[in-house]
C-alpha cells in the first residue's frame, strides 16, 4: 500500500518558472513531511521539511504548501534554474520513525 | 567528517552469491537504515536500525540481513543474489528517527 502518492511522475519547466509538484498521504497520524532532491549519482540530501501545525514553510525560493484537511503537501520551486534539475521526494514519518517516501519527479528546467 | 559512507560504489553479482554491502557513519547517529532505489517507485525501506545491537525489518526486507554491533557501521548482507535485487541501495543516517537523514552516495548492484 502507498501510503504517500506523488505527482507528476516528470515535469518540463522553463528557466524563471514556477515548479510545482504536489503530495498526498493517508495516514493521519504523519507528524513531519520532508522533501528530499537527488542529483544524477548521488544520494537524496533533505531540501526543506514542514510540520503538520505550519501551513507554509519557505527557504529561498523553495515552498511548501501544506494542507491537512485535504492531506496534501506540494513543493513549489520559484524562478527555477536548470540547477534546479533533478529528482525530487516527498516524504512522511510518524513519531520519529522510518520515513515513507513518495515515487519520485524527474524536474528539467530548460535554459 | 565524512558523513555516511558507503562501499562498494558499483557490484556485478551472479545468481546465487552473497555479499555484504558496507555502510559508516562518522556523526554518531543512532539511527541507520537501508533503502533502495527502484525506477517508479521511489525509496523503499529494507532494514533499520535504531541504535546498536538493535534492528528490524522494513517494507522489503525479504533476501537481505543486517546486523548492528557498534554505532558507527550497518552493512547490509545479501544472502543468495537474485536479478529481482538489481537496484540502487542507500544507506541512511540520522540522530533523531525520522527527522533529517544523511543519505550516502549509494551502491548499485547488478544481479546476471
Known amino acids: 500500500q502507498q501510503q504517500v502518492k506523488q505527482s507528476p511522475q516528470s515535469l518540463i519547466v522553463q528557466k524563471g518558472g514556477i515548479s510545482i509538484i504536489n503530495c498526498a498521504y493517508e495516514n493521519t497520524a504523519f507528524d513531519y513531511f520532508p522533501w528530499y532532491q537527488q542529483f544524477p549519482g548521488k544520494g537524496p540530501a533533505l531540501l526543506i521539511a514542514?510540520?503538520?501545525?505550519?501551513s507554509e514553510k519557505k527557504e529561498g525560493r523553495f515552498t511548501i504548501s501544506f494542507n491537512k484537511s485535504a492531506k496534501q503537501f506540494s513543493l513549489h520551486i520559484m524562478d527555477s534554474q536548470p540547477g534546479d534539475s533533478a529528482t525530487y521526494f516527498c516524504a512522511a514519518s510518524m513519531m520519529g520513525r522510518q520515513l515513507t517516501f513518495g515515487s519520485g519527479t524527474q524536474l528539467t528546467v530548460l535554459p | 567528517n565524512a558523513g555516511v559512507t558507503q562501499t562498494p560504489k558499483f557490484q556485478v553479482l551472479k545468481t546465487g552469491q552473497s555479499m555484504t554491502l558496507q555502510c559508516a557513519q562518522d556523526?554518531?547517529?543512532?539511527?541507520m537504515s537501508w533503502y533502495r532505489q527502484d525506477p517508479g517507485m521511489g525509496l523503499r525501506l529494507i532494514h533499520y536500525s535504531v541504535g546498536a545491537g538493535i534492528t528490524d525489518q522494513g517494507e522489503v526486507p525479504n533476501g537481505y540481513n543486517v546486523s548492528r554491533s557498534t554505532t558507527e557501521d550497518f552493512p547490509l548482507r545479501l544472502l543468495s543474489a537474485a536479478p529481482s535485487q538489481t537496484s540502487v541501495y542507500f544507506c541512511?543516517?540520522?540522530?533523531?528517527?525520522?527527522?533529517?537523514?544523511?543519505f550516502g552516495s549509494g551502491t548499485r548492484l547488478t544481479v546476471v
Open positions: 514542514i510540520r503538520p501545525d505550519v
Open positions: 541512511a543516517s540520522s540522530l533523531q528517527g525520522g527527522y533529517g537523514y544523511t
Open positions: 556523526m554518531n547517529h543512532e539511527y
